[in-house]
């Protein structure tokens, strides 16, 4: 550990979201011994993963955005209210732009401008607009690590790492069972379920950098992740745990263990 300590923050960031991507590795890997993965199991891990993002929102970055503002005299709720904002219309365009098809939906339903992608090809962008703000998340938080009244402490950010990382697993396995049953060789349903979340690195790089470089922005930037981060809650996880109408319960119930498992981590540890 203090080894890890020692590091720059931006390295910091780098090494916590290859523990993410290697857990969704993890979960990919499962296909190597499933075929399928039944509607339930699926919809108890999306309620999961949306319950872990809603509490990874609050308590690891719009919490420590008021704090850090308060602390600097300015009005609390400006960068938490204008960064969210800014972060949920960063998505929406990316959304509008990026064309990805979310899983369980026919090819006529694509999203984004058109393009002449493999339905697999597709599936993947969803995941990789999914996980986006997961590793931007990470990053902006060891990079608020690394400043003096940073609002946050490097246990904190590790149960952010974490509570991510935790979430990965499943959703790791939720994009290579479907690429197997569709009749992708398990080798290469594994390597897309694991490419789902190489995006994480490179977006918590990507925010830690700009944390240390322009610290009046670090509680904007908090916020910003915060509302990337619900963006996709709503707009995607949420909608698919509960569209089939008869495990909208053991989603929920899947998001509320998410939210307090999360909650747990970011106050226990943090």
């Given at each position: 550990?203090?080894?890890?300590t ?7 960031a ?21 075929k ?18 809603i ?12 704090d ?21 219309l ?25 393009v002449?992608w493999?339905?697999t090809?597709?599936?993947l ?12 998340a ?18 904190a ?17 939720a ?33 830690a ?12 930037t908090?916020?910003?992740?915060a ?32 939210f ?11």
């Amino acid at each position: 550990m203090d080894f890890f300590t020692e590091l720059h923050p931006v390295v910091q960031a780098l090494f916590a979201t290859i523990f993410t991507w290697l857990l969704t590795a993890v979960g990919a890997s499962l296909v190597f011994f499933m075929k399928e993965m039944s509607r339930k199991v699926l919809d108890l891990m999306l309620g999961f993963a949306a319950g872990v993002m809603i509490a990874a929102s609050i308590w690891s970055l719009l919490m420590p955005a008021m704090d850090l503002a308060e602390s600097e005299g300015t009005a609390p709720w400006i960068p938490a209210l204008v960064g969210f904002a800014g972060g949920g219309l960063f998505l929406l365009m990316v959304d509008r732009i990026l064309p990805h098809l979310h899983q369980g939906l026919s090819s006529e339903q694509t999203e984004g401008v058109h393009v002449s992608w493999s339905r697999t090809t597709l599936l993947l962008a969803a995941i990789t607009l999914h996980n986006i703000p997961e590793g931007l998340a990470v990053g902006v938080a060891f990079g608020a690590v690394g400043l003096d009244g940073g609002g946050t402490t490097l246990a904190a950010a590790l149960a952010l790492a974490l509570g991510i990382g935790i979430q990965n697993l499943p959703e790791g396995t939720a994009v290579s069972l479907p690429l197997r049953g569709a009749g992708m060789s398990r080798s290469k349903s594994f390597f897309y379920g694991q490419l789902s979340a190489v995006v994480e690195p490179v977006a918590a790089v990507l925010g830690a950098a700009l944390v240390t470089l322009a610290r009046p922005a670090l509680p904007y930037t908090l916020a910003f992740a915060a509302g990337a981060m619900i963006y996709v809650v709503v707009e995607e996880v949420i909608p698919e745990s509960q569209c089939h109408g008869k495990n909208t319960d053991l989603a929920t119930g899947g998001a509320m263990a998410g939210f307090a498992l999360m909650m747990f981590l970011d106050v226990a540890l943090g």
